[in-house]
Structures are given as structure tokens and as C-alpha cells.
């Protein structure tokens, strides 16, 4: 419950420090005077994104702060629940919140003095006020909202948690059951690479240190006509008429002869008769050479039909032919890794598990939302009747929707008629301005009981409405204020006459200074005051105090005569 809220240089506030108590406590004020001053200073201290025109002209920082306090043991434990969360000091009698904006567009967060991030305060702040705003009656049309209400009436939060936790592990199951499945499409593929290369490779039967051989005989095949030319040229050369042998032998043969002229010639004759010796072995090597040399046709045949497939292959392959031995290897170990594959039947049978869950517990959450449906539906008719709506029927329907999604697999919607038999339709298309506000105000009622929000704040709800719709609205106001903190901020005089507690707003300008707006409680006869001003010009200023007293009179209020 909010006990105390302060705010400096925020808008046109100056300085402003106001106290609160339980119950229906009531703004007003002329058009113009900023009534929604504590709406706004409230949803941007709670978390709400602030401007820097937010901060009153000519001063570099806005201050809002506000104290807080816990009326009921449930309020207090949902609160604490949020100070472990988020790991703050959890010994606490009141919550003191204080915001600061700055005119270099920094924004500052405090809980109970420790710094607090913007997300979280706003967090905080959804546990401690509701809000609703002068257009609050719009969010009725979106059926997130709907979906909402009727589970908050349902009081369904635990089971949405379980669903929603299955949705999401039914989603990221069979995230990775595509990703497999496209990994192994891929695999299937490599594989199918892998059995074709394998098979080149094998059919080829390349054996080890083949090419190597195979490559030497090719380079000798290619290049055997220039060397048995040299054979040739090299065996006429020694073995010929005219060959070094022949020479060498007539030679040492005509010396011999003369020898005995000159005896130091037989050295010569030794040395020259040695060197025939050894040209005969050079010749006799190179005959052999020449004989290994020679390759016959079919084997030459052999050769090039062998070079050019294991040639062939390596093209196909794109690999080196000094490689393909080595490859056959790798490849048949990599086919191995792959045939390994991966469990996609395992998680084809997780994925098919979790669905199964999903849709169990989807359907289970289904069932009891039709079941509360009906009694949403019926208890939001009867607040309808009390705030004169007495011919508008409310229904909840609940329909499954072809695209189920982490809150389940219904499709929500509110819709009204407005008699028995009618046609439904949406809200939002047969409610006008001030009905969808107190259809607003009746689920609001509806929810009372089960979600209590410490402290509701309600700004212009009357807009659309007077009369007894009015007197209505004002009646269900202070009886909601009986159990919870009520805030309204309203121009009707049906509705303030009502309140427990009353301020009235006020902006004041001088000599063309910058307006201030100004807050304060009003006591016995300053309310009358403003009632009567609420009331209007219509009657007399005399009138209008005595009519203002009546209402007060009629509603509780201690009023002198």
C-alpha cells in the first residue's frame, strides 16, 4: 500500500510530498490542472521509460520517490519472493522506491537504498500498483490480455509455467531434430561421395610403391627412342672397324711389334692392352643396358593403358597420383566415423515424447479454461449489472486455434450482448468508450478476490459516463477501496463524493512564470468546496454547497451543517 510519495522538478512539480491512507482516495480538479500528475510520477518511478521533458524546465534532475508498506502476509510474501530473486536484502517492514532523472538522459534506480536495474524495478512495481490509465479500456481488445484475464482468474499460473517449459523443450528438441536431420542429410551425401570414391580407388587397385615404378617406366617409355639412339651411337662407337676397341687392340698390337727396338714401349703396350680389357667390360655393361632397355610392345602397351588410369583417376579424385595408396585408406576410415551416424532415432522418439506431453498438458490447461470461462463470464455479468449495465451479458469463449503456441492451444476472446439471444460480438466492436471502461472496472472486480494488487490506480474511469452510471461506477469504487488501496482520479462529483480521502489539483502561474502544479488534501468543508465546483455553473453557488453536502451526507461523510 502506498503510504508516501515525493516528487521534485518533475513536470510542473516544484517540491511535493503527500501522505496516504487505505481505502478510496480521490483527485480532482479543474481541466488542465495536470490531474494525471500522480499517474505519471507513479508509472515512471515503477519502471515506465521517462523524456527529458519530464523534467521541469530550468533544473537538471526529476526525484521521485514513494514508501510503501505491506497490509497483507500474501501481498508481503510475493514481494519477498522478489527481494530473493533478485538477490536483495530480504529483511524488510517497507519498500522505499526513489527514481532520478537527469538532463544528460541517465536514469538512476533505487530499492530500500541499493541500486536497482529499470527492468526490475518495473517488475517490483507490477506486484505493489496496478494502473490503469486513461486509455486502459484499449488493451481490452488485445487478446493477449483476454487470454490473461481469464487465466489470472483461473489462477492457472502454475500450469501455464509447466506448459510453457514444455513448449520450449518440445522446441528446441525438434530445433535439433532439423539440424540433425540436415546434418545427416549431409552425411548422407558425404557417404554417398565417400562409397564412389572408395569404389574408384578399388577398382583401380593401386598397390603399394606402384606409382612410384610405374612413373619411372613411363618417364623411360617416353623417352626410349633418344636412348637407343644413344645405345647405338655408343656400341658403334667402341665396337665398330674403326670402334675405340678395334683401335685400341691394332694399336697395342703395332707397338708390341717394336718393342724390341725400344723396351720401355711394352709399359705402354701393358697399359693400353688393360685399357681394351676395360673398354671391353664398359662395352659389355652397355650391351646389357641396351638389352634392359628394350621394351616389347605389348609391354610398353601395358604401361601407358596402366599410367593413364591410375592418371585418370587421380582426376576424378582431384588428388595426386603419389596419394591415391594413402586415400583408399583414409577414406574407408572416414566412411567407418560416418556409418557411426548420429542417435536421430533416439531423438526423433524424445522429440514425439515431448509433443505428447505438450499437447496432454495443452489440452488439460483447455479443459480448465472452459470450466472457468463460464464463471468468469457470469460473475463479470453481474458487476455489469451493478455498474447499470443490466441488459449486457459478458461471455468468455474459449475456441482451439490452429497454431498451438507456448500458452497452449485455445484461442481466447471476450465478447458482449445486450440481451439474451443477441448475437455476440467483440468488445471492440459493439462497446463504446465508457462501457469498455466499466467492463474494465467489472473484470477488474471479478479478479478482486484472487489477484490483489496492493494499491489500483484508476485515471478519468468515468470518462463516457453520468448519470446512475456514474453513481454506479462510485458505488463499486468504494466498495473495492473497502479491501484494497484505491486511487481515482475523476471529474465527476457522483464519484468523489464517495471517497474516503480527497485532493484536490491545482497549477498556478504568475506574472507568466513557469506553472507549478500543486497537490493537497482537502478537509470537511474544502470538499464540499470542490464538489460543489465539480458540480458546475448550473445551479447557484448556494445550490451547488447544498448539493454537495447532500452528497456527502448520503455517502458516509462527516460533513458540518
Known amino acids: 500500500m502506498l503510504r508516501n510519495l515525493e516528487i521534485s522538478n518533475f513536470v510542473f512539480v516544484e517540491n511535493l510530498s503527500l501522505e496516504f491512507a487505505s481505502g478510496f482516495n ?12 500522480i499517474v505519471d510520477a507513479l ?12 523534467i521541469r524546465e530550468g533544473c537538471d534532475q526529476a526525484v521521485i520517490s514513494a514508501f510503501f508498506e505491506m497490509p497483507t502476509k500474501s501481498e508481503e510474501l510475493k514481494v519477498k519472493q522478489w527481494f530473493k530473486k533478485h538477490s536483495f536484502d530480504e529483511n524488510f517492514n517497507e519498500i522505499l522506491l526513489r527514481r532520478v532523472l537527469d538532463k544528460a538522459g541517465k536514469s538512476r534506480c533505487w530499492v530500500n537504498g541499493q541500486l536497482c ?11 505493489l500498483v496496478e494502473i490503469n490509465g486513461q486509455h486502459a479500456h484499449q488493451k481490452l481488445m488485445s487478446q493477449s490480455f483476454q487470454r490473461d484475464t481469464l487465466d489470472e482468474f483461473a489462477e492457472l499460473k502454475n500450469d501455464i509455467e509447466t506448459l510453457r517449459s514444455l513448449w520450449f523443450e518440445w522446441q528446441k528438441s525438434n530445433d535439433e531434430l532439423i539440424s540433425m536431420e540436415r546434418t545427416q542429410k549431409e552425411m548422407n551425401e558425404k557417404k ?3 562409397v564412389w570414391k572408395v569404389q574408384e580407388l578399388e577398382k583401380l587397385g593401386l598397390e603399394s610403391g606402384e606409382w612410384e615404378m610405374l612413373s619411372i617406366d ?28 678395334r683401335t685400341l687392340e691394332s694399336t697395342a698390337a703395332e707397338l708390341r711389334e717394336i718393342s724390341e727396338f725400344d723396351p720401355k714401349l711394352n709399359e705402354v703396350c701393358d697399359l693400353l692392352e688393360k685399357g681394351t680389357i676395360e673398354v671391353q667390360e664398359a662395352f ?21 593403358r596402366r599410367f593413364n588410369d591410375v592418371m585418370n583417376v587421380s582426376h576424378k579424385l582431384r588428388e595426386r597420383p603419389d596419394k591415391l595408396f594413402a586415400l583408399q585408406e583414409e577414406l574407408k576410415k572416414e566412411f567407418s566415423a560416418l556409418e557411426k551416424g548420429t542417435d536421430i532415432k533416439s531423438l526423433e522418439m524424445s522429440v514425439d515424447k515431448l509433443k505428447t506431453a505438450f499437447f496432454s498438458q495443452a489440452k488439460h490447461l483447455s479443459q480448465k479454461r472452459i470450466e472457468k470461462a463460464k464463471e468468469l463470464s457470469s460473475l463479470v455479468t453481474q458487476w455489469l449489472k451493478k455498474l447499470s449495465m443490466g441488459n449486457f451479458i459478458f461471455d468468455t469463449t474459449v475456441t482451439e486455434t490452429a497454431t498451438p503456441g507456448p500458452f497452449g492451444i485455445d484461442e481466447i476472446f471476450f465478447s458482449i450482448s445486450q440481451y439474451k439471444g443477441d448475437n455476440k460480438q467483440k468488445i471492440s466492436q459493439s462497446a463504446s468508450g465508457g462501457e469498455l471502461s466499466r467492463i474494465m472496472l467489472a473484470i477488474t472486480m471479478a479478479l478482486s478476490k484472487i489477484s490483489r494488487t496492493p494499491t489500483i490506480i484508476f485515471d478519468e474511469i468515468d470518462a463516457g459516463i453520468g448519470g446512475n452510471a456514474a453513481d454506479s461506477v462510485g458505488d463499486v469504487l468504494k466498495q473495492l477501496g473497502m479491501e484494497q488501496q484505491i486511487f481515482c482520479i475523476t471529474h465527476l462529483p457522483q464519484i468523489a463524493a464517495r471517497g474516503g480521502n480527497h485532493f484536490s489539483i491545482r497549477k498556478n502561474s504568475e506574472n507568466g512564470a513557469i506553472p507549478v502544479t500543486e497537490i493537497r488534501y482537502l478537509n470537511t468543508q474544502d470538499r464540499v468546496d470542490e464538489i460543489a465546483r465539480m458540480l458546475g455553473n448550473e445551479f447557484s453557488t448556494e445550490t451547488s454547497v447544498q448539493h454537495a453536502t447532500s452528497l456527502l451526507l448520503t455517502h458516509g461523510q462527516n460533513v458540518v451543517t
Open 284 to 304: 659389355i655393361a652397355l650391351r646389357k643396358c641396351e638389352k634392359e632397355a628394350e621394351i616389347d610392345e605389348e609391354r610398353a602397351t601395358d604401361i601407358e
Open 117 to 127: 536495474a529499470l527492468n526490475q524495478i518495473k517488475e517490483l512495481g507490477d506486484l
Open 43 to 54: 508509472a515512471i518511478l515503477l519502471g515506465k521509460r521517462a523524456t527529458l521533458m519530464k
Open 26 to 37: 480521490i483527485f480532482s480538479g479543474e481541466t488542465g490542472s495536470g490531474k494525471s500528475i
Open 192 to 194: 554417398a561421395t565417400l
Open 218 to 245: 613411363h618417364k623411360k617409355l617416353g623417352q626410349m627412342s633418344d636412348l637407343l639412339s644413344t645405345f647405338s651411337t655408343a656400341r658403334i662407337a667402341l665396337d665398330s672397324e674403326s670402334g675405340v676397341i
